[in-house]
């Protein structure tokens, strides 16, 4: 009852994206939508750069049709969360919360990374409303703002340099007083005369009124200060955190924790194809997600017929 040719975990725009197309490819994929189902895209407002959207589309609305896409051609979704795999041997073997055991000839990985917060108590409410994880995709809407990043690595400096574009100023508030960033991307943010660094500090506390983020506090971390500053946005760089715990010691994983890929999507294990931020810690876009998810789609089609 609960074998599939295939299997994909994650459902962001990567793992729906893989659906439609092993779906269409008559695999009656099944799909298990995770904890966040429709991905970080689920939490954002308004996207603009996926293409096909002259007006621009909210990113719930995004995610649903693709569900429904996906959906149309006989995909089948359960919603809960994978929690343990075992890739060692086929058919593969995921468990799921939901107290279910599933296997199958080949399973597509799209679990997505989670952009990492702050942890302030009013922080995610914010997000699409002046708090933002992505400049790519929010930069544009900073047009002649004020800006503050939060971050010292190489995502801080060229989301900064990024929103530089359209801000008329962008403070990088970083906890240290030196960068981990690499060396050109630090010359670029030190060179862009809109750029301003706040070093040694943190972001503590966020203000908002109906429009959405109004003022932070900062504070410095050596002597204590705190000063309440303008800022119409506020950016956080911090890193990302992929989903693959549930993948130790199944998988070859990179230092940080992303699936290591080869060729495309394929991954070291024969018949497990990874797509999408969970192996993506570069462009981390919709499309990009999306494009690798139909990669991952015809690999593992492929992969079937040949086995
Ligand atoms: P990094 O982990 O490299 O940097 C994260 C930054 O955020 C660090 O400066 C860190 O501070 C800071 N930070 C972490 N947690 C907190 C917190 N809770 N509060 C305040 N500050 C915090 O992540 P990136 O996303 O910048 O980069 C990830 C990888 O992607 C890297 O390997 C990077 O080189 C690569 N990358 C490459 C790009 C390119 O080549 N174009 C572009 C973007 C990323 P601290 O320094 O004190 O630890």
């Given at each position: 009852m609960n074998h599939r040719?295939?299997?994909?975990?994650?459902?962001?725009?990567?793992?729906?994206?893989?659906?439609?197309?092993?779906?269409?490819?008559?695999?009656?994929?099944?799909?298990?939508?995770?904890?966040?189902?429709?991905?970080?895209?689920?939490?954002?407002?308004?996207?603009?750069?996926?293409p096909g959207f002259v007006d621009?589309?909210?990113?719930?609305?995004?995610?649903?049709?693709?569900?429904?896409?996906?959906?149309?051609?006989?995909?089948?979704?359960?919603?809960?969360?994978?929690?343990?795999?075992?890739?060692?041997?086929?058919?593969?073997?995921?468990?799921?919360?939901?107290?279910?055991?599933?296997?199958?000839?080949?399973?597509i990985i799209s679990t997505g990374a989670s952009a990492k917060m702050l942890g302030l108590p009013n922080e995610k409410g914010l997000v699409g409303r002046g708090v933002s994880t992505c400049a790519t995709c929010d930069g544009f809407f900073?047009?002649?703002?004020?800006?503050?990043?939060?971050?010292?690595?190489?995502?801080?400096?060229?989301?900064?340099?990024?929103?530089?574009?359209?801000?008329?100023k962008v403070y990088i508030v970083h906890r240290k007083d030196t960068l981990r960033a690499s060396k050109p991307m630090q010359e670029r943010a030190f060179n862009n005369p809109k750029i301003e660094f706040i070093w040694d500090s943190a972001v503590t506390e966020i203000f908002s009124d109906h429009s959405?983020?109004?003022?932070?506090?900062?504070?410095?971390?050596?002597?204590?200060?705190?000063?309440?500053?303008?800022?119409?946005?506020?950016?956080?760089?911090?890193g990302h955190t992929p989903n693959t715990s549930f993948l130790k010691g199944q998988i070859t994983l990179d230092d940080n924790g992303f699936i290591k890929t080869i060729n495309g999507p394929a991954t070291n294990v024969p018949g497990v194809f990874?797509?999408?931020?969970?192996?993506d810690s570069i462009f981390r876009q919709a499309i990009t997600a999306a494009g690798s998810g139909c990669q991952a789609a015809i690999l593992a089609e492929r992969f079937l017929e040949g086995h």
């Open positions: 040719k295939v299997i994909i975990i994650g459902t962001g725009p990567a793992g729906l994206t893989s659906a439609i197309y092993t779906a269409r490819a008559d695999l009656k994929p099944l799909v298990l939508e995770g904890e966040q189902p429709g991905g970080q895209l689920t939490l954002t407002t308004e996207v603009e750069n996926f621009g589309v909210m990113g719930p609305e995004l995610m649903s049709n693709m569900k429904n896409q996906a959906a149309r051609f006989g995909a089948e979704f359960v919603a809960t969360l994978c929690t343990e795999a075992d890739l060692s041997k086929r058919p593969f073997t995921v468990k799921a919360s939901n107290g279910e055991t599933y296997t199958a000839d080949s399973i900073y047009r002649d703002r004020v800006v503050h990043v939060v971050g010292g690595g190489d995502t801080a400096m060229e989301d900064a340099t990024f929103i530089t574009k359209f801000a008329k959405g983020v109004t003022h932070v506090t900062v504070e410095n971390l050596k002597t204590g200060d705190k000063e309440k500053r303008h800022t119409d946005g506020l950016f956080y760089a911090i990874a797509c999408g931020d969970v192996q």
